[in-house]
């Protein structure tokens, strides 16, 4: 019944930008903490971004902060990771996910979230 969908996601150069969205099906995102996770080759999935559902608030790992931004487009129901400044170690498949229920100490672990999308490939060349 839930479905996430990312898209936006390719080939890019170091320094450059992409812009990943997350389209939800099932759910109205406004109800809902969300976030970025990514899973770089050999690695375990991240947390990378999230927004809360009740205070608008936001929350960055400290390897992107000040260069993502995450963000909604209620009208769309859709979540939004503008990823600036990129460097090859971003490379990662990113997944979108949804919490109905998440407390603040539990935004960054991936316990937290309910659903899932099937991730988005970013490359960054260096």
């Known amino acids: 019944q839930v479905q996430l969908v990312e898209s936006g996601g390719g080939l890019v150069q170091a320094g450059g930008s992409l812009r990943l969205s997350c389209a939800a099906s099932?759910?109205?995102?406004?109800?809902?903490?969300m976030a970025w996770f990514r899973q770089a080759p050999g690695k375990e999935r991240e947390f990378v971004s999230a927004?809360?559902?009740?205070?608008?608030?936001?929350l960055y790992s400290d390897s992107v902060k000040g260069r993502f931004t995450i963000s909604r487009d209620n009208a769309k129901n859709t979540v939004i990771l503008q990823m600036d400044s990129l460097k090859p170690e971003d490379t990662a498949v990113y997944y979108c996910?949804?919490?109905?229920?998440?407390?603040?100490?539990?935004?960054?672990?991936?316990?937290?979230?309910?659903?899932w999308g099937q991730g988005t490939q970013v490359t960054v060349s260096s």
């Open positions: 996910a949804a919490s109905s229920g998440v407390i603040v100490s539990q935004m960054r672990s991936q316990s937290g979230y309910d659903n």
């Open positions: 099932g759910i109205n995102l406004r109800r809902y903490t």
């Open positions: 927004t809360s559902q009740r205070t608008g608030s936001t």
